[in-house]
């Protein structure tokens, strides 16, 4: 069994940083990719980005040279630096783990709020 609790997320003005953080339970973490996503209100949720076993990561174009996301396996957690905020990155952000490899299994947390102001 997984669960993923996600924390870090707040209010801050554009320009400001935010570091999230993604704490995962059970044994597969070291063998499954993480990644973070968001949901603006009214729109679809999108990928922000991921990170394999392996530490290859991935990013939306979006958040490219803004948002760094790593890992650490040995405390089984997922984080997000997010830098130079802008009022579009606001969204409910939720992290997500990603299993297997024929059939993928996904799992994902409850959401954290990020809100930017202009």
């Known amino acids: 069994q997984v669960q993923l609790v996600e924390s870090g997320g707040g209010l801050v003005q554009a320009g400001e940083s935010l570091r999230l953080s993604c704490a995962a339970s059970g044994t597969i973490f070291s063998s499954a990719t993480m990644g973070w996503y968001r949901q603006a209100p009214g729109k679809q949720r999108e990928l922000v980005a991921t990170?394999?076993?392996?530490?290859?990561?991935n990013y939306a174009d979006s958040v490219k040279d803004r948002f760094t996301i790593s890992r650490d396996n040995a405390k089984k957690t997922c984080n997000l630096q997010m830098n130079s905020l802008k009022p579009e990155d606001t969204a409910v952000y939720y992290c997500n783990l990603r299993y297997g490899s024929t059939g993928y299994t996904y799992y994902w947390g409850q959401g954290t709020q990020v809100t930017v102001s202009s």
């Open positions: 990170i394999t076993n392996g530490g290859s990561t």
